[in-house]
């Protein structure tokens, strides 16, 4: 019971994000999301040279995304559960399924 409710949390979860944020989520679990230190401490995230920092730190505030110095943004244990949600309830198209399994850098 317990593993059924922490998944019926994390499609909950999944459910709140708006598609940019999804998109954003995404992104920092396939590893595209970088750090521009060039860019200075305001929006030093980047996604395909979009910024993406007010995404980032939105989903830091939901707890799903660490924020490590210097180096790019990870998934937490929130996040890949919601990642994997999504994976699981279709929410995300077939070319974010094909990323494989989630590792931890």
Known sequence: MNEQRRHDRAV?????????????LIAVAAGSVQRGILYGDFEPYRLAGRSVGWHVRMLRLRMLVALPPLSPPQLTRL?????QALTEEGMITSTVTRLGPLSRA
């Not at 994000?17 to 954003?24: D, F, H, I, K, S």
């Not at 996040?79 to 990642?83: C, H, I, L, Q, Y």
């Open 79 to 83: 996040g890949e559960a919601t990642v």
């Open 12 to 24: 909950a979860r999944a459910a709140r994000l708006n598609p940019r944020q999804r998109e954003v």
